[in-house]
C-alpha cells in the first residue's frame, strides 16, 4: 500500500482536533477559501462529482459539497475518517467517505469524477506519482484535477519547515519531511506521465505580520497545480 505507517500515525494521533480552528489544523482552515474558489472559479463544483484524495477530517471535502458538489472523500487514517462523518453528520453536509486508497479506488472507479482534488497529500506518501496516476484514472476525460504540495529548495525548508514547524510554531515539529518534498518540475513530469495536461500553476503565501495566506505566482514554498485530462 502506498502509504507511510509513521505518516498515517501521526495525522490519526491528531484527528480529534481536526474541525478546532485553534488547533494544530489552524492553518488548513485559513487556506481552505483560498484553494476552495480557486478550484471552484476553474472548474465550477455545482453539480459535479467530485474525489477528494487524502481528504483527513473532510475539511475541504465538506466546503465542496457546500459549493453542491456531490463529494467522495477518502484516506488511509479511519481516525480521521470517523471525526470527517461525525462533523458531516453534525453540520448535516452530506459527504460519502471511505477507508480506501486512491489506487484502489482509481480501479474500482476509473473516469467517474468530473473533479479530483489531492491537497496537502502527495508529499506524505512513499510513491506520490502513483497518487498521480490514480488521481488521472479517476477524472472524466475533459475533467480537472488538482494537486497542491510544497516545493525542495532551502526557501522552501526555511519556510515550510523551520519558519512554520519551530519559529512561528503553525505546525507541529516534525509535520513534514523535507526529502519528500516536490519540486514543480517533478510534479509535471507526474502530471505528463499520467496522461494529464498542466494547465497552471499557483503559489500560496503566509505573511507573518499580518497572518494571512495569499495565491501569488510565487511557488518556491507552497503551491498548487490545476490539470485537465484531455478529451
Known amino acids: 500500500m502506498n502509504a507511510d505507517p509513521l505518516e498515517l500515525q501521526k495525522f490519526s494521533d491528531l484527528a ?9 489544523f489552524r492553518p488548513l482552515h485559513e487556506i481552505n477559501p483560498l484553494r476552495l ?19 483527513g477530517g473532510g475539511i475541504l471535502a465538506e466546503s465542496m459539497a457546500k459549493k453542491g458538489a456531490e463529494v467522495t472523500g477518502i484516506d488511509l487514517s479511519e481516525k ?27 480501479a474500482r472507479e476509473p473516469a467517474r469524477y468530473d473533479v479530483v482534488t489531492c491537497m496537502e497529500m ?4 512513499p510513491d506520490p ?27 522552501s525548508y526555511l519556510f515550510a519547515v523551520i519558519g512554520a514547524e519551530y519559529l512561528l510554531r503553525l505546525l507541529p515539529k516534525g509535520t513534514h519531511d523535507y526529502a519528500k518534498f516536490i519540486t514543480p518540475a517533478e510534479l509535471a513530469q507526474f502530471i505528463r506521465n499520467a496522461g494529464l495536461t498542466l494547465d497552471a500553476l499557483k503559489g500560496m503565501g503566509y505573511n ?8 501569488n505566482r510565487d511557488t518556491d ?3 498548487l497545480a490545476a490539470c485537465t485530462r484531455p478529451a
Open 129 to 155: 506519482a502513483a497518487v498521480v496516476k490514480a488521481c488521472a484514472t479517476l477524472v472524466k476525460p475533459g475533467g480537472h484535477v488538482f494537486f497542491s504540495t510544497i516545493n525542495r529548495n532551502p526557501k
Open 122 to 125: 502527495l508529499e506524505h506518501v
Open 16 to 24: 480529534h482536533r481536526w474541525w478546532d480552528p485553534t488547533s494544530e
Open 80 to 106: 480521521a475518517l470517523k471525526v470527517a462523518d461525525l462533523h458531516s453528520l453534525e453540520s448535516g453536509v452530506q459527504v460519502r467517505y471511505e477507508l480506501i486508497s486512491a489506487e484502489e479506488l482509481a
Open 37 to 55: 474558489e480557486w478550484i471552484n472559479s476553474r472548474a465550477p463544483l455545482e453539480g459535479k462529482t467530485v474525489a477528494d484524495i487524502g481528504c
Open 221 to 223: 514554498v507552497n503551491y
Open 208 to 215: 507573518p505580520l499580518t497572518k494571512m495566506y495569499s495565491l
